[in-house]
């Protein structure tokens, strides 16, 4: 290619086996004005650790040359932990015909759920120096204020009251805060966004009715992304009737709250037992079965309070 008083002539050559990259190029240019030609030569090699440190690791060596200028070495070390969370770095720089002219980088970044936090440190025969950054968004809403890292131009508010420590599946370390709140960015505008949350990652006294919502947000929209959540005690509930047979296959069970407000709803399986989450202290659940007014019954129920946070196997007589 042709610049302004400068023609160039380049070829490169790249190779991926088994992980392993190795990269070559060569460049040759003529100075127009001075008529003077320079050669570069660059070879690159990037070498994946992981069977040796069971942690996601390369090594890399990079070696570039110039007719006009000396030899440089360049050897470093990157590794990804903690589920991409941290990321961290360690390079060292040499000329080869200037053993003096040395360089040491080491840099490190971590991803959590109220921001990003980095450091690096550099050092040759001349200077040294040591810096830090934090980086991160904030969204004010009806609810309060929630923190999490770097806002993208479209995202969403992810509210999942009472959860907190959720795993929000995409980035590397999103997770709800104390609240239930955090912020998921870099959706894509005018089209379909999944948001997931990893139940496997939910407390054990917490419930969501669903793991995924969609969301179709506009471009620089904040949309926001609602969880239906039950905070308080799994339970496993043998139900029977009063004359003691178990409640039927198919009953559908309600929990609400002193408001009347349905939480949470669960099917009855065979024997009469079924799964009931966000239960808490003495309460009562409604059992229906049908449409007509007497087609139901009330179940009350208490917690004992050595099962608290864990998964109660409780009996109840509907009445």
């Not at 008529?35 to 660059?42: A, H, I, V």
């Not at 980086?135 to 479209?154: C, E, K, L, P, R």
């Not at 917490?206 to 992304?225: F, L, N, S």
């Not at 059992?287 to 409780?314: M, R």
Request: net charge positive; aromatic share 8%.
């Amino acid at each position: 290619w042709k610049h302004e008083g400068k023609k160039s002539i380049i070829a490169s050559y790249g190779k991926n086996l088994n992980g392993v990259s190795l990269s070559l190029s060569y460049t040759k240019s003529t100075s127009k004005i001075s008529e003077e030609n320079e050669d570069l030569f660059s070879f690159l090699l990037s070498v994946p650790l992981q069977k040796l440190t069971n942690h996601e690791m390369y090594a890399t060596y990079q070696n570039s040359s110039s007719s006009k200028h000396d030899m440089n070495h360049d050897l470093g070390i990157t590794g990804v932990a903690f589920n991409s969370q941290l990321t961290w770095q360690a390079r060292g720089q040499i000329e080869d015909k200037s053993k003096n002219q040395k360089a040491t980088f080491l840099n490190a970044s971590w991803r959590g759920t109220y921001g990003e936090i980095g450091a690096n440190y550099s050092h040759n025969e001349i200077n040294r120096d040591i810096g830090m950054n934090v980086s991160g968004g904030v969204i004010a809403h009806s609810s309060g204020i929630t923190f999490g890292q770097s806002i993208s131009d479209t995202a969403a508010l992810v509210e999942a009251k009472g959860v907190s420590g959720a795993k929000v599946l995409g980035l590397p370390g999103v997770r709800t805060d104390f609240r239930g709140y955090t912020i998921s960015s870099y959706l894509t505008p005018y089209m379909n966004n999944f948001i997931s949350i990893d139940p496997t990652t939910l407390p054990i006294n917490t419930d969501i009715r669903q793991t995924d919502i969609q969301v179709v947000p506009t471009e620089g929209a904040i949309v926001k992304a609602v969880y239906k959540t039950s905070v308080g005690t799994n339970a496993l509930i043998r139900i029977t009737r009063t004359n003691g047979k178990p409640l039927a296959l198919g009953t559908v069970l309600s929990l609400k709250n002193n408001d009347g407000v349905i939480q949470s709803t669960s099917i009855v399986g065979e024997d009469g037992q079924a799964y009931v989450s966000g239960l808490s202290g003495v309460q009562k659940l409604i059992a229906s079965w049908g449409n007509k007014p007497s087609d139901t019954c009330t179940v009350f129920y208490s917690l004992p309070d050595k099962n608290k946070g864990q998964i109660s196997f409780l009996n109840g007589v509907c009445k």
